[in-house]
């Protein structure tokens, strides 16, 4: 996409066709009372084998990298498909990897990339603090503990700075579960009360 925001990127678009397909699927395990009845789910799931917990890591680790649904909601689909703690956990593990991945990817590839990924208007926004050397480290921290900044971007911001591997580690697998934990728990208790109010 050009510096000017003008139309939608392929990035945009990929993300667009993922949601739609997340959707879709969401639509699909609702009508067979995936979502309404803890026993179907569980023989759902169990069909899977091992390969569920492996397949959804690697999903969430992907879609840090392309996102293709709100963060929040694979929070909540890990919550609702293994249980809060196995859920967290998933959630844990596949988020960090995937923010360890778009720092070395924006690490290897430089600002350009930013603007083929996101809007210019959101570089915009969060460029005075990557621009604050001594500060911008302790700005991420707690953005990246807040569960209200768009974190996939910072971790791709975060590799065009001078923040080190070490740092940048720290802060994710410190500050990660604070931020998924209210996700999960907010957005369960949402869903549950919304499928509630369905049947």
């Given at each position: 996409m050009s510096k000017?925001?003008?139309?939608?990127?392929?990035?945009?678009?990929?993300?667009?066709?993922?949601?739609?397909?997340?959707?879709?699927?969401g639509v699909w395990m609702w009508r067979e009372g995936l979502f309404t009845s803890q026993e179907r789910l569980n023989r759902f799931m169990g069909g899977m084998g091992h390969w569920a917990a492996a397949a959804?890591?690697?999903?969430?680790?992907?879609?840090?990298?392309?996102?293709?649904?709100p963060g929040g909601l694979g929070c909540l689909a890990g919550v609702v498909l293994f249980g809060p703690w196995q859920g967290f956990l998933?959630?844990?593990?596949?988020?960090?990897?995937?923010?360890?991945?778009?720092f070395a990817i924006a690490r290897s590839c430089g600002r350009p990339l930013l603007y083929?990924?996101?809007p210019a208007s959101l570089i915009e926004k969060y460029d005075r603090w990557s621009e604050e050397k001594g500060r911008f480290a302790r700005w991420f921290a707690l953005l990246i503990f807040l569960p209200?900044?768009?974190?996939?971007?910072?971790?791709?911001?975060a590799g065009t700075t001078g923040i080190s591997w070490q740092k940048y580690t720290a802060i994710i697998l410190l500050c990660k579960p604070f931020s998924i934990?209210?996700?999960?728990?907010?957005?369960?208790?949402?869903?549950?009360?919304?499928?509630?109010l369905w049947a």
């Open positions: 000017t925001g003008k139309g939608l990127s392929g990035m945009q678009l990929l993300s667009l066709a993922g949601f739609a397909a997340c959707l879709m699927l959804f890591v690697l999903f969430q680790a992907v879609q840090v990298v392309v996102p293709v649904l998933y959630n844990y593990v596949g988020i960090c990897a995937g923010s360890l991945a778009a083929r990924m996101f209200v900044a768009p974190d996939d971007y910072l971790c791709f911001l934990a209210l996700y999960s728990l907010g957005l369960t208790v949402a869903a549950r009360q919304l499928l509630g």
